[in-house]
């Protein structure tokens, strides 16, 4: 019984993060907890300053959504695991949750030469859509002189990464071939990689394989693609082959 709820667990957990400095804070949500322990949880994170508020019980047991600062969860981990039974097997969870949050704080996004931090702070990506017909601009720097002034902008008004698309994705768009893909973005691609003062990565929004191999051929760091590797099977061996995210 008890390995069977570990599992459950560890299988049906989430954790959420929002940064509020000076402290980070937590949102823990627990699936399917024995309603022994609930009043347990409540009490004990209420005298932490937690947040514990039970869903709506399903088959018996209980979801709970339990808030709060880091150290404060940490100190609820500690409770849980000294009253031992589900109580421990729950803290233990939340332990690890909290361990694994702290392991991705630590971690580092690898573009090319550039190295950003993942989870001090929130990175920005602008987005350059060298497009007619884009739904967000209204084709606003669909030249080539405004899409590279545009890049430059928006590193100084605080870019990390710079997404340059050539291909529209508003609704009823019927989309465009390869080569008229390319020849919207590469250019832009490579002025600005050839440019010693700008410092930023790019990223190329795209669904092509053809149009992404150009692009990492040219230097882009980053392979943008919002059909999740659907729309083109051979753009994940693409971006694998660069070794870029």
Known sequence: MKACLYKMFRMRSGLFCREQPPFRCYSIKLFHIPPLIVPLIQREGSALGLTVSPLQPESGLYDLLVAGTENALAALCKKLIISGGPAAES??????????????????????????PLGERTLIMG????????????????????AVARAHQMVKEGADIVDIGGESTRPGYRGISETEELSRVMPVIEALKSDPGFSAPLSIDTCKAAVARKALQAGVEMVNDIWGLKADPQLGETAASFGVP
């Open 91 to 116: 803290g233990t969870l939340v332990e690890e949750l909290l361990e694994n949050a702290g392991r991705s704080r630590q971690s580092m996004l690898q573009l090319g030469r550039h190295r950003l």
């Open 127 to 146: 987005i350059l859509n060298v497009t007619p017909d884009s739904f967000t601009d209204g084709g606003e720097y669909n030249s080539f002189p405004a």
